[in-house]
């Protein structure tokens, strides 16, 4: 395919936040199923395309590698994943830069502050998928701009064998038998399971969504304690004990226990009591998708019964959840495995997550070095 020609148009719709589809043709502008003629004339139009550009999608993330492979054998498209243990910035980044280029993203999962981000810089093109009046209206933008899909709770995992008594709480996380044993997903300017470590370490120091600055604090004490580790945590660094207790999403701390048990590892995980903090993770089709059928259609199975089952086995909640589970389409042994909470989680606005980010940016440097 050659490069597509883009025109970003100057005119928005009133109150949207973004602009025309940047890509011409009938895929690019379609904002449902039903626009193109139904799921089989966008099964068509995606299967001619053939491909299908994603960025930073980690096999181990939320099953995303059964997702991909499902998807590929469902449909015959090829998913070429660039950068699988990149993150929501860079993925950002890439959509941002490639604009008009056949390797173009074609479809983002980001973080909220993240894909606010690239609403703002209107890379996002609107598309409801089936079952949108399923979601919540509180987990989806009424443009359609982008929309919740997958979501968990920061959690700690412990080494067990290697820790001798596992942290269940922030506050214990500065304890000095945690001397260099502490460590982060990514950087929290970088990476929104970082980002929002730092929210729920806020939220267990007195802070509030409109404060993460106790978060940036407890950070900088846990270093000056000897207790943080500058590593990126992941399952080749818990193997060789460089990072022993990770603060991560609890399904990807969960996703790691099979792992690394058969490394020999007791991988141990805990929502901490005292800093309880959910999210989600969004997807929008990229105004300049090289593919816009293909990333419509990708959309489209992530929200069906097949793709929202398939992030239960990776021990993520789907927007669906509860819609699934009144229907009888939720797959309910994978569903008991989520961890139980106590309380009915409560989410930072847009705006709430947006003052975040820029206090985050420039604390965080200053908290750790």
């Known amino acids: 395919m050659t490069a597509v ?15 025309p589809a940047a890509v011409t043709g009938k895929a690019a502008n379609a904002r449902s199923a039903a626009a193109l003629g139904g799921m089989d004339a966008l099964v068509k139009a995606a299967k001619k395309e053939g491909r299908l550009n994603v960025y930073a999608l980690a096999p181990d993330w939320a099953n995303y590698g059964e997702m991909i492979k499902t998807f590929e054998k469902k449909y015959g498209i090829e998913v070429h994943n660039e950068n699988p243990g990149g993150t929501s910035q860079l993925a950002l980044g890439a959509a941002d830069k490639r604009r008009g280029q056949d390797r173009a993203v074609d479809a983002l999962d980001l973080g909220t502050a993240f894909m606010r981000n690239a609403r703002g810089k209107r890379l996002l093109a609107p598309y409801k998928v089936r079952g949108w009046q399923d979601i919540p209206r509180t ?11 997958y979501g968990g709770y920061i959690s700690i995992g412990c080494d067990a064998k290697a820790v001798e ?29 970082a980002f929002s470590a730092v929210f729920a370490a806020a939220l267990a120091n007195g802070g509030s969504f409109d404060d993460v600055g106790p978060g940036l604090d407890f950070f900088k004490k846990l270093k000056k304690r000897g207790n943080f580790v500058p590593v990126q945590s992941s399952p080749a660094t818990i193997r060789k004990g460089e990072t022993p207790i990770s603060i991560d999403w609890d399904y990807l701390n969960l996703g790691y226990s099979k792992e690394l048990k058969a490394k020999g590892v007791d991988w141990k995980v805990t929502v901490p009591s005292d800093g309880a ?27 069906s019964p097949t793709g929202q089952n398939i992030w239960l086995k990776g021990y993520s909640r789907p927007a669906l959840l509860d819609e699934m589970t009144k229907d009888g389409t939720a797959d309910a042994p994978a569903a008991a495995r989520l961890p139980k909470v106590h309380g009915t989680p409560e989410f930072p606005t847009g705006e709430q997550e947006d003052a975040a980010k820029v206090a985050i940016n ?3 440097g200053k908290a750790v070095g």
């Not at 020609?5 to 602009?19: E, K, Q, R």
């Not at 933008?141 to 929309?147: C, E, K, N, P, T």
């Open 5 to 19: 020609a883009v025109a970003l148009a100057a005119a928005t719709a009133a109150g949207c936040g973004y602009a």
């Open 139 to 149: 987990q989806k933008q009424a443009d359609g701009s982008y929309l919740n899909n």
């Open 165 to 193: 008594k596992c942290p269940r709480t922030f506050a214990e996380l500065l304890e000095p038998r945690y001397r260099n044993k502490v460590a982060l997903n990514g950087n929290p300017a970088e990476s929104s399971s």
């Open 277 to 303: 903090y959910a999210q989600y993770y969004n997807q929008g089709v990229n105004a300049y998708a090289p593919h816009p059928a293909a990333a419509r259609l990708w959309l489209e199975f992530l929200y």
């Open 362 to 364: 420039e604390g965080w």
